[in-house]
């Protein structure tokens, strides 16, 4: 879908826009295109439209360069709102002195909102100024999938160390309490990862416009990017900070599992301790021997049967007085 803002009203036009359009256009905005707008777009403003492979490489030289007078970014951003399905998709900004093209392949909310701004805000009266409230919308939409990101890192963190992972009724149940907090944990690192990347590219974007264009940007512009790359490299500490507290929960659940695995292989070992003297003791008066004393023994059969008793409670008061249960 292809959707065109002018600078008149803040008015939308979208699908088969007519090649003289009303009013001076700042952006034009293409969301998961078709060959038929892409081919609008290119005749209309003269660029070239990158395909969803060429937003998706990684190197800088694709990511960021400058033909002419316009200059071509691309960066991943979040695709969706709620934290459970926040995903990546890349998204193409071409920047000229003129206007603004965006495209993705993807909903998101910071293009939404930016477009509700359009008339309202007449800072945003040109493509320069409508790219510069993208940036500032994604950082924003960064900061707050952080927030929610902290959020669940303190829940995760408070079940961990405040008993709740060993307060369960059973052995069972304690297993699998260990085993959600181990997948909540890898979900968080996987999200903060994703927020890593958005932010990254936002930062390399903002830094590349003050680099090269000088005669595009107002002071107010300019002050407006310097504050998006300051809040970028907040925010990407703050986003170590969370990956390393991550980090730490994995290391933490993981040892609680080492711990629940280690109970159960001290009561195997008890169990087969215990069981080695009566086995012995059983298996020597079960000898198939001629003469045996204790088989002529009144109380041979009951003395055997104290023996067999004593021999495993023994070791069983010998690992009580150890501290092994």
């Not at 960021?64 to 951003?77: D, T």
């Not at 002050?223 to 703050?238: E, F, I, R, T, W």
């Not at 009561?267 to 198939?288: D, K, R």
């Amino acid at each position: 879908m292809l959707k065109i803002y002018r600078d008149t009203d803040g008015t939308v036009m979208s699908g088969g826009a007519d090649e003289d359009l009303p009013g001076h256009v700042i952006w034009m905005d293409l969301l998961n295109p078709d060959e038929e707008e892409i081919d609008f777009v290119r005749r209309r403003a003269k660029v070239r439209v990158p395909t969803r492979e060429a937003l998706s490489e990684i190197e800088a030289s694709s990511r960021l360069s400058k033909e002419g007078n316009r200059i071509y970014l691309s960066a991943p951003v979040v695709a969706h709102a709620t934290l459970e399905h926040a995903e990546l998709s890349p998204a193409g900004f071409i920047v000229g002195p003129d206007f603004l093209i965006t495209v993705r392949y993807e909903s998101q909310p910071a293009f939404d909102a930016v477009a509700e701004r359009l008339a309202q805000d007449e800072t945003l009266a040109s493509g320069m100024g409508v790219f510069v409230a993208l940036l500032e919308a994604i950082v924003d939409r960064g900061a707050d999938v952080l927030e929610h990101l902290a959020t669940a890192v303190d829940e995760v963190s408070k079940t961990v160390f405040k008993g709740d992972l060993r307060g369960s009724a059973s052995p069972r149940s304690a297993n699998f309490t260990l085993r959600r907090a181990l997948s909540k944990v890898g979900a968080l690192g996987d999200r903060s990862s994703k927020a890593r990347d958005v932010l990254l590219g936002v930062g390399r974007m903002a830094s590349f416009t003050l680099d090269v264009c000088h005669d595009m940007l107002s002071d107010e512009f300019r002050d407006q990017l310097h504050a998006v790359a300051k809040d970028v490299a907040s925010l990407s500490d703050y986003e170590t900070h969370l990956s390393d507290k991550t980090q730490f929960l994995l290391d933490a659940v993981l040892g609680f599992i080492t711990i629940e695995q280690n109970d159960i292989f001290k009561v195997l070992t008890i169990a087969s301790v215990v069981g080695v003297p009566p086995t012995l003791m059983a298996g020597i008066w079960g000898m198939n021997f001629k003469f045996m004393p204790e088989l002529n023994w009144p109380w041979g059969y009951p003395f055997a049967w104290a023996i067999i008793i004593l021999s495993a409670v023994a070791p069983l008061l010998w690992f009580w007085r150890k501290g092994w249960f």
